[in-house]
């Protein structure tokens, strides 16, 4: 092999192992505990809603793997929070049907009323003679 052959390869070889961050490569070893901890709640610190995720915690502790529940918000327009409400409940409420009541085009779904098993109402009275299983951090879980 050429000796400007076997210096190019060499240096090839050097670049990509000083490209390799050792951080990344540690994460299946090293405890995530904290790691997980702090980037579940990052998105909601300063935010719009600093209680969403311990209200949909709840609702996780309070419902089983497979119930559906309809996530009901102050606001029922996609793109002025009711996206932010609905994908965070789909991430905390794992294993469970999340139903949107209002589709990013704007439209309604009042099916997914109807076929909820569960409502999670945040920042939202829940109606007279409902049956609340939870009332905290500023939402409430009715059982329909």
């Known amino acids: 092999m050429r000796p400007r052959a076997v210096l ?7 670049l990509v192992i000083a490209s390799v961050r050792l951080p990344p490569l540690m994460l299946p070893f090293i405890d995530r505990t904290p790691i997980q901890r702090s980037m579940s709640v990052f998105p909601d610190r300063g935010g719009w809603w600093p209680d969403y995720p ?15 529940i309809a996530i009901l918000v102050p606001t029922m327009q996609w793109s002025r929070g009711y996206s932010y409400a609905y994908y965070r409940a789909s991430y905390f409420l794992a294993g469970r049907e999340v139903l949107p009541l209002v589709l990013e085009s704007g439209l309604p779904v009042p099916e997914n009323l ?18 609340v ?5 500023g939402g409430t879980l009715v059982r329909r």
């Open 8 to 14: 190019s390869i060499a240096c090839f070889t050097g």
């Open 114 to 131: 109807r076929r909820a098993q569960y409502v999670a109402m945040w920042r939202r009275q829940a109606p007279a003679g409902a049956h």
């Open 133 to 137: 299983v939870f009332t905290g951090y």
């Open 54 to 68: 311990r209200f949909l915690a709840e609702v996780h502790a309070q419902t089983k793997r497979g119930d559906s």
